[in-house]
């Protein structure tokens, strides 16, 4: 989570709270897609994207096995 009063970079018209994990934009709760990232039987963890990284397989590997 950010702290600061950063504004979202995909939208720019409300706060950012988080970091797309694959091009490292600030988002706001608006413009973040998240996504499970499994790691088998232990778990795993949810990660942050931005539209555009969401949607593109590589690097949202997710998308690879679906």
């Given at each position: 989570m950010l702290e600061d009063d950063t504004d979202c970079r995909y939208?720019?018209?409300a706060?950012?709270?988080i970091l797309c994990?694959?091009?490292g934009i600030p988002l706001?709760?608006?413009c973040?897609?998240?996504?499970d990232y499994g790691f088998g039987c232990d778990g795993g963890?949810?990660?942050a994207f931005c539209p555009d990284c969401?949607?593109?397989p590589d690097v949202n590997t997710v998308l690879e096995f679906e």
């Open positions: 939208c720019g018209e706060k950012a709270v994990l694959g091009c706001c709760n608006f973040v897609s998240l996504e963890k949810v990660v969401f949607v593109d």
